[in-house]
């Protein structure tokens, strides 16, 4: 059951990935579940981003090409020690899988989820780390 306490209005999303098909899919979902979305491709823009202006929640890529999810979590904590963040990886390397997940949960990731995954499980782990957006307003922005 979902109370006006658990709701949370346009929540702010930062998504940190190298995968254009996530981001993409990011900017088209997030929205129509009700959050804003905001999407990086530099560890180091998406941590300046951060530094400015915190986020209701941040996604994070493990596998980064400049700085890796375990280094961004790390800074991420330093700059917004409250904000959720959810760490998502494939957490398989050269065909064998690893414990990446587990090792961002240890280094500060709140909830992680494994890639591939549904948009359900996606929009599950938003909402219990942020809360279920509120609906949109009648003559509000769509």
């Not at 700059?79 to 064998?96: F, K, R, T, W, Y």
């Amino acid at each position: 059951m979902t109370t006006a306490a658990t709701r949370a209005a346009a929540r702010r999303i930062q998504v940190l990935d190298d995968d254009p098909r996530l981001l993409r899919a990011s900017l088209l979902l997030l929205p129509r579940w009700g959050f804003r979305c905001e999407t990086y491709t530099h560890a180091r823009d998406a941590l300046a981003a951060i530094q400015r202006n915190p986020p209701d929640l941040l996604i994070v890529d493990i596998y980064m090409p400049d700085l890796d999810g375990f280094e961004v979590i790390a800074r991420a904590r330093q700059l917004a020690p409250s904000m959720p963040i959810l760490a998502v990886s494939g957490d398989i390397i050269q065909g064998e899988a690893t414990n990446v997940l587990a090792m961002g949960a240890a280094l500060g990731a709140d909830a992680t989820l494994h890639k591939p995954f549904r948009p359900e499980a996606l929009r599950a782990s938003l909402e219990a780390l942020v809360g279920v957006p509120a609906p949109p307003q009648p003559g509000g922005p769509d």
